[in-house]
């Protein structure tokens, strides 16, 4: 993310490299630098003229440079945006001969989503000569919160840690899909508004009471009427709440649950750092501890991988999932 400000910064002082290379798993960093360079390089009254959009599907290699080569017309620049550019990624590197002596007086913009070049490559190297590389990477589960707050903050808004946990387990690690909620939530909630589970519920449609996270929450607590409930709620909606999914989850929690067994310095800051989770959420896995000593946590996690295959239709015999559910909890509770 500073890696974005700096480019920001560095194209509203003045300072506009001839290309700018993006690429990644990521998309949302993609969109993002490259939807800035799209509104705000040139004025409205050059873009008709000096902006153009091309899609790797429709061009070659050689369309690009062709067009990058040309001047602008009465402009300082012109602006060559190159969308879904990893459809030419059998080509790419014959990019290197224009970046080599790109035309200084045009922006090309590069946009290679879900992959990445070669950095042994001469296309790699010579970009980072004229131009700007940038790699986008996908962030990890235990990152997204994170983000989802600093993202807030500077939007004047909070979020409580069980509403953004609620996001990411029903949203996955796509910040852009993350993205795309916040925004529906900022329409209807005024600026300096804490974002709670019952504005997730009410605007985004996840239930508050009925998640993974408050299954986990149950599971580690045992509380086993609550558990049951859910996976009835889970059965009810399965389209909302598939199996594999709930799986998952649960096998990230009692692995962690097993690194927590073997920490041999449990307070709460080392805990957090160690299974790299935020904070609010530590007491969840002490409590957790003591309804399962390591030797069940192990048990636990043997059943989950077993359950992981069935949940796919391996030797399930075309059990429902709503009693594969049961099945799970009460494995795991015995």
């Known amino acids: 993310m500073d890696d974005v ?27 993002a630098i490259s939807d800035y360079i799209e509104k705000n390089v040139l004025a409205e009254e050059e873009k008709g003229f000096n902006q153009m959009v091309l899609y790797g599907r429709d061009v070659t290699i050689d369309d690009i440079v062709g067009n990058a080569k040309r001047y602008p017309m009465m402009a300082e620049r012109q602006v060559v945006i190159v969308k879904e550019a990893q459809d030419l990624s059998r080509t790419i590197e014959k990019l290197a001969d224009y ?26 190297k010579t970009i980072k000569k004229s131009g700007v590389v940038f790699e986008s990477k996908k962030l990890y589960e235990n990152q997204v919160s994170d983000w989802i707050r600093r993202v807030l903050s500077g939007q004047n808004y909070t979020i409580s840690p ?4 609620m996001l990411v387990e029903f949203l996955g690690t796509s910040l852009s899909k993350i993205n795309n909620e916040l925004d529906k939530l900022k329409i209807v909630l005024p600026e300096g508004t804490q974002i709670s589970a019952e504005h997730i519920e009410q605007h985004i449609g996840i239930s508050k009471d009925y998640n993974n996270f408050e ?27 598939p199996m594999v999914m709930t799986v998952s989850l649960l096998f990230s929690f009692f692995s962690q649950l097993l690194h927590y067994h073997g920490l041999n310095d449990k307070n709460p800051r080392n805990v957090a750092s160690a299974l790299k989770i935020n904070p609010y959420f530590v007491n969840e896995y002490v409590t957790a501890a003591r309804n399962f000593p390591m030797r069940k946590v192990s048990q636990v996690i043997s059943t989950l991988r077993e359950f992981d295959v069935r949940s796919k239709g391996v030797k399930s015999n075309a059990v429902p ?14």
């Open 5 to 31: 400000k700096q480019i920001v910064a560095d194209i509203k002082k003045g300072t506009i490299k001839p290309i700018y290379f993006l690429m990644g798993e990521e998309p949302y960093y993609i969109d």
């Open 162 to 165: 069980k509403a953004s946990q």
């Open 321 to 334: 999932q709503g009693d594969l559910l049961k099945e799970l909890l009460v494995r795991i509770f015995s």
């Open 215 to 241: 299954l986990r929450k149950a599971v580690g607590a045992g509380d086993t009427l609550k558990a049951f409930k859910i996976v009835k709620y889970f059965a009810d909606n399965p389209k909302d709440n």
């Open 99 to 124: 970046a080599a002596n790109p035309q200084p007086s045009t922006v090309l913009v590069v946009n290679y989503k879900y992959k990445k070049i070669d950095k042994r490559k001469a296309l790699y």
